[in-house]
């Protein structure tokens, strides 16, 4: 029997192809001004005993599941008694099981004890998909992110610590045509000196029930950035970019209008002659109308 599923539900592109468990209901923080995914819930947790029933009747219609992705927008909001006693029930119906995956957010991280990631980690966690959206705090406070530079390294230094993998998403074009640069420069500065598995570029797209918000919440006026400014953006990003450790790079999404792929710093020529291509005309763009969230 499928499971029945608390709309809508999102999930990392990444985990198309993977079991998803709803654990939480819509996100625990929901005040990004440009996030228009669960506004049209009311954040809460699951009972446990409804989260068990779902697994029990997923392990009989996918009894052969090996990677699962638990929703909705911060599963890492649990307590981590409740996370233990869900990652158990897991490994205990599905024995090709080899990787649980959630979105976290930079204050569910900062929230739980370094021994109780470690210990998430020894039960099955092994990747956590966290939105940075800009390293430069005048964007997190103009986004209302609810975080800061600092907090967000310090929560990818302590996810790192414990073992876990981090999947690390920036929002190309957030900072508009008159703060790209601080956009830009912020975020080279946050992932040259925290720690990354994997990191994802995505391209700012508003909907519309959200974009007056959006722009009344940045408090100056703010102008979108066209194709090639934001492959200006990206080729800023690529150049600056020197990581602690080598990071698997992605910015195939569809809201992008270039698709990007290698490893940085070992890849970075090839990444940044593939954008020079594109700035002068030499590369195909994904059409407007192939993009999206």
């Known amino acids: ?3 029945n599923y608390h709309m809508p539900l999102y999930r990392p592109p990444s985990e198309a192809e993977n079991l998803i468990i ?7 923080f929901n005040r990004c001004s440009f996030c228009s995914m669960y506004r049209s819930k009311q954040y809460s947790q699951r009972p446990l005993e409804d989260v068990i029933e779902d697994i029990g009747r997923a392990a009989r219609s996918a009894p052969d ?4 992705f638990l929703a909705d927008g911060d599963a890492l909001s649990l307590s981590t008694e409740q996370l233990v006693a ?3 029930a897991l490994h205990a119906v599905f024995p090709m099981l080899n990787r649980v995956s959630c979105y976290a957010t930079p204050a569910n991280l900062l929230g739980k004890g370094a021994d109780e990631l470690t210990l998430l980690k020894q039960r099955g966690l092994k990747l956590l998909y966290l939105g940075i959206e800009s390293g430069s705090n005048l964007i997190l406070k103009k986004i209302t992110k609810g975080a800061s530079q ?10 790192s610590d ?11 074009g957030l900072g508009g045509k008159s703060r790209w640069q601080e956009h830009i420069d912020g975020t080279i500065e946050l992932l040259n000196r925290a720690p990354v598995t994997y990191f994802s570029m995505l391209q700012i ?3 519309d029930e959200i974009t007056a918000e959006f722009r009344d919440k940045f408090a100056e006026p703010f102008e979108f950035q066209e194709d090639h400014a934001i492959l200006l953006e990206q080729q800023r990003l690529i150049s600056g970019i020197n990581p602690p450790r080598p990071v698997i790079f992605r910015s195939n999404h569809a809201s992008n209008a270039l698709a990007l792929a290698g490893n940085l710093p070992r890849d970075r020529g090839k990444i940044l002659a593939q954008l020079q291509a594109a700035l002068a005309g ?3 763009l994904r059409p407007w109308c192939l993009r999206g969230m």
């Open 1 to 3: 029997m499928p499971l």
């Open 22 to 28: 709803q654990v939480t209901l819509g996100c625990s």
């Open 65 to 68: 599941a090996r990677r699962v």
């Open 86 to 88: 869900i990652l158990d």
């Open 150 to 159: 600092r907090g967000i390294a310090e929560a990818m230094q302590k996810a």
């Open 162 to 172: 414990a073992g876990l993998k981090v999947s690390a998403t920036v929002i190309l």
């Open 205 to 207: 797209y508003l909907e």
């Open 282 to 284: 030499q590369e195909p």
